[in-house]
């Protein structure tokens, strides 16, 4: 199908604008964080928490998102989804997903948690992933003081924040701790040297360029052997068995299209219980678009279907 008429008009609009791949790092964070402006109204929430979590280097920010079913005085303890943002390791923070994560804790009845982490590069790989699995531990630790239930714990992120929580799932497996309920995956980078047909295909002209996906890999990435690590690619990890049952969301026209199906079908193969959905005619970073692209709506409300089940098997 072609590209959505709303997503069409995104494209539109930053056609002639500086590309990621020749921005400064202080600019391409300011066009992250224009992201926010492209989302409705904030929905409100019971509560927002501001805290923190013990990172490797330091304190590093969480922001908790309590639905109304999560209140003191709520009889049960409300599942969590400990999310990370995506914005190519080099940028994004906890307010560029503040609409996406107010929504999902109100429909879905979860918990929510944003956390932040260090970012490339200032600090390289591996310092994101060391840190969300930081964050990880503490709210299996804490999440109990804010209503949460630490034995039904889902992952989550988008583009690089996907990579965080497909990684984070398999330094959890590893570490034998108990299950995690779902990893939830939206339109994540999985692998800085995929060669596959999306990446020709959509090169140019889909907000994300394969140009700007290399260029955020450069900044992330110490060095060319980095990307044979597995918390770099989480592909390469020696198994996949075991790991959380997963939702894998990617969209028509985008260059890391085909990696994230790629992974997707590497998770099932390893008998992973794992539902892939393509939303055809959207692009790259749509989640994050609500008030602009209204299809944006189909990520939402498949997350939110997805959770639902996980956290009720």
Do not use: C
């Not at 790991?243 to 994230?260: G, K, M, Q």
């Amino acid at each position: 199908m072609p590209v959505d008429a709303a997503a069409q008009g995104i494209i539109d609009a930053l056609s002639g604008s500086t590309p990621f791949e020749k921005m400064t790092v202080d600019e391409a964070r300011a066009a992250v964080a224009s992201f926010a402006g492209l989302q409705k109204p904030h929905r409100e929430v019971s509560k927002v928490v501001d805290a923190e979590y013990p990172g490797p280097a330091g304190p590093q920010k969480v922001r908790i998102y309590i639905p109304e079913s999560g209140k003191p005085g709520s009889d049960k303890p409300l599942p969590v989804v400990v999310y990370f943002h995506g914005g190519g390791f080099i940028a994004g923070d906890l307010a560029v997903a503040e609409e996406p994560n107010r929504a999902l804790a109100i429909d879905a009845g979860v918990i929510v948690v944003a956390a932040s982490y260090r970012l490339a590069p200032e600090h390289p790989f591996p310092a994101a992933t060391d840190d969300t699995f930081a964050a990880l531990q503490w709210v299996a630790d804490s999440i109990g003081e804010y209503g949460g239930d630490a034995s039904r714990i889902a992952v989550m992120g988008d583009s690089a924040g996907g990579n965080l929580a497909a990684v984070a799932a398999q330094r959890w497996r590893d570490e034998g701790r108990p299950a995690l309920s779902a990893q939830v995956l939206v339109y994540p980078v999985i692998d800085s040297t995929a060669e596959l047909a999306s990446r020709a295909d959509f090169k140019d002209g889909f907000v994300i360029s394969a140009a700007d996906l290399d260029a955020f890999w450069a900044h992330y990435l110490p060095g060319p052997e980095d990307a044979e690590n597995p918390r770099a690619t989480p592909s390469r990890a020696a198994s996949l068995a075991g790991l959380a049952p997963a939702l894998v969301i990617s969209t028509e026209f985008e260059v890391a299209r085909d990696e994230a199906e790629a992974y997707a079908a590497q998770l099932a193969a390893a008998a992973v219980p794992t539902e892939t959905l393509r939303v055809d005619g959207l692009i790259h970073g749509t989640y994050w678009m609500s008030g602009a692209v209204p299809r944006s709506n189909e990520i939402h409300e498949a997350v939110v279907k997805f959770l639902r089940q996980r956290f009720a098997a």
